[in-house]
């Protein structure tokens, strides 16, 4: 994903006042977006994952099989109907189950909850929400404890109010600030949760819709409503399910197929222009098929092309505008499917991207000697989102690892020995660093501790980007959609959701 950020260049720090502020923070009573208390316990773990682990189940509690849901969008109410089937099992040495779900931490909006067949009459009495130190999210915590050595499955009914004017409905994933698809469904927000996924999408009323999403897309025959049923077929993390659904008089659609790989890419009527990223793609895919390895998502890509933002990676497909399509695209390799074990280890899909498709040319360079961050260690392993520095210093990382292979080409094919031995199984920023040294021989383990995991270099100075990375996709219809009906263009654009 592409956006604005202030670019921060290494500057040493005071290892005493460090310690102080890491004091601070882990006396205070607030929560604690980016510095939690145990952060010196993931400085000094070298390579991993003992702690880490134990951290990781104490605080997620579950591993979940399958999600299926059934989401029933009302455009004259601007409001989802949704049920939510989750089986799960609890991890070791776990009996309380938890679960991100935002709206219900927010509001009253579940009316029916069901575990193991057992219902509640007052829904909101079978869980209490949570705050969990290292992280910004709450969660529901269930106040039944279940059996650790059986699948569970946790029945949840809801209704989520829309906000109001233009009537669609899409997925809005913000990867930096960490926020997924937990606003729409019970789910565990974190990479490393991979699980099946099947989505069913209904649509009230008369008029046609159009629907793009993840995996395979199926429009079915139902009576009552418009619908279509997404299958992700194999098991992905919950961030990366992508859906748009709009009325179909508004937009535009191409579809085919580019060196066999299937391809759909809508947009507005009056919008971004389809033919010119599909002659982009043309090249593009053949490209990383050849560098990388066959295109990851055997139901191939679905693109909503949006006049003016960035754009957002989910599986099989991306929202985004023209000028940053052929980053998201890359990212179907490095994100969604060779998938990062903790947000915090997110950096490496945002280096690795705007390496290879040379996002900042200025700073294609290596990183600077002596050059200290924690990157990674800054954020508690159950932390969500990423340290932004992954798109310049994180980029300047991996041209240091280029140069070590002896340049580009040999990088790429270093990239896709990873892509290919460890797709869907995620792993960390240290073992990358492991991959590294057994392709190459060389051995940067120590320096990825400096660069990413060195405590007493917290405090840098800012290096603007482009403003051109202000902000996510902007779905706004063109004026003259808003006007049939009965919106008022924005005068001075509107919030894009960008940092």
């Known amino acids: 994903?592409?956006?604005?950020?202030?670019?921060?260049?290494?500057?040493?720090?005071?290892?005493?006042?460090?310690?102080?502020?890491?004091?601070?923070?882990?006396?205070?009573?607030?929560?604690?977006?980016?510095?939690?208390?145990?952060?010196?316990?993931?400085?000094?773990?070298?390579p991993a994952y003992a702690d880490e682990q134990k951290l990781l189940d104490e605080t997620f509690r579950i591993d979940i099989s399958d999600i299926d849901v059934v989401l029933t969008y009302h455009p004259q109410d601007a409001a989802v109907d949704g049920r939510a089937r989750v089986r799960f099992r609890m991890r070791p040495g776990q009996l309380r189950p938890r679960i991100h779900f935002d709206p219900a931490c927010r509001g009253n909006v579940i009316s029916g909850w069901q575990l193991d067949g057992k219902s509640w009459i007052v829904p909101s009495a079978a869980f209490r929400i949570v705050d969990v130190a290292g992280t910004t999210q709450k969660a529901l915590e269930f106040v039944d404890e279940v059996d650790a050595r059986t699948e569970h499955e946790l029945i949840v009914t809801y209704r989520l109010a829309l906000g109001g004017g233009y009537p669609r409905f899409t997925t809005n994933v913000h990867d930096i600030k960490g926020s997924g698809n937990e606003e729409l469904f019970p789910t565990l927000n974190t990479p490393h949760e991979l699980a099946h996924h099947r989505i069913t999408l209904r649509v009230g009323g008369a008029d046609p819709y159009r629907c793009l999403g993840s995996g395979r897309v199926e429009r079915t025959v139902n009576a009552s409503f418009q619908e279509w049923i997404l299958d992700s077929e194999r098991d992905v993390a919950s961030y990366?399910?992508?859906?748009?659904?709009?009325?179909?008089?508004?937009?535009?659609?191409?579809?085919?197929?580019?060196?066999?790989?299937?391809?759909?890419?809508?947009?507005?009527?009056?919008?971004?222009?389809?033919?010119?990223?599909?002659?982009?793609?043309?090249?593009?895919?053949?490209?990383?098929?050849?560098?990388?390895?066959?295109?990851p998502m055997p139901r191939g890509l679905s693109v909503f092309l949006t006049s003016g933002g960035g754009g957002m990676e989910y599986f099989g497909g991306t929202i985004s505008s023209p000028w940053a399509l052929s980053h998201e695209i890359f990212h179907m390799y490095f994100a969604c499917s060779t998938v990062a074990r903790t947000y915090r280890d997110s950096w490496l899909d945002e280096a690795i991207t705007s390496w290879y498709d040379r996002s900042y040319p200025d700073y294609l360079i290596p990183i600077e000697p002596g050059y200290r961050s924690n990157m990674v260690s800054g954020r508690s392993p159950v932390a969500v989102?990423?340290?932004?520095?992954?798109?310049?210093?994180?980029?300047?990382?991996?041209?240091?690892?280029?140069?070590?292979?002896?340049?580009?080409?040999?990088?790429?094919?270093?990239?896709?020995?990873?892509?290919?031995?460890?797709?869907?199984?995620?792993?960390?920023?240290?073992?990358?660093?492991?991959?590294?040294?057994?392709?190459?021989?060389?051995?940067?383990?120590?320096?990825?501790?400096?660069?990413?995991?060195?405590?007493?270099?917290?405090?840098?100075?800012?290096?603007?980007?482009?403003?051109?990375?202000?902000?996510?996709?902007?779905?706004?219809?063109?004026?003259?959609?808003?006007?049939?009906?009965?919106?008022?263009?924005?005068?001075?654009?509107?919030?894009?959701?960008?940092?």
């Not at 659609?253 to 809508?266: C, K, Y």
């Not at 057994?438 to 051995?443: A, F, L, P, V």
């Open 1 to 46: 994903m592409e956006k604005y950020f202030c670019w921060r260049q290494g500057r040493s720090v005071w290892r005493l006042a460090g310690m102080l502020i890491l004091v601070m923070i882990a006396l205070s009573c607030s929560q604690e977006p980016e510095f939690p208390a145990r952060i010196e316990t993931w400085d000094s773990d070298y």
């Open 240 to 295: 990366t399910m992508m859906f748009v659904l709009l009325p179909e008089a508004d937009t535009l659609l191409r579809e085919g197929a580019i060196s066999g790989i299937p391809v759909r890419i809508a947009a507005f009527n009056g919008g971004a222009a389809i033919d010119g990223a599909w002659t982009e793609l043309e090249a593009w895919l053949p490209q990383l098929v050849a560098d990388i390895g066959p295109f």
């Open 385 to 499: 989102g990423f340290d932004s520095r992954a798109y310049y210093q994180g980029t300047q990382i991996i041209e240091t690892m280029a140069q070590h292979l002896g340049g580009r080409t040999a990088m790429v094919a270093f990239l896709s020995d990873v892509y290919r031995r460890h797709a869907f199984s995620p792993f960390s920023s240290m073992d990358l660093a492991e991959y590294f040294r057994q392709y190459s021989g060389i051995d940067l383990r120590q320096d990825f501790q400096d660069w990413l995991f060195n405590k007493a270099a917290a405090l840098e100075t800012t290096i603007p980007i482009n403003n051109q990375f202000a902000s996510l996709p902007d779905l706004t219809p063109p004026d003259e959609i808003l006007r049939k009906y009965g919106l008022e263009p924005p005068r001075q654009g509107i919030d894009r959701g960008g940092e």
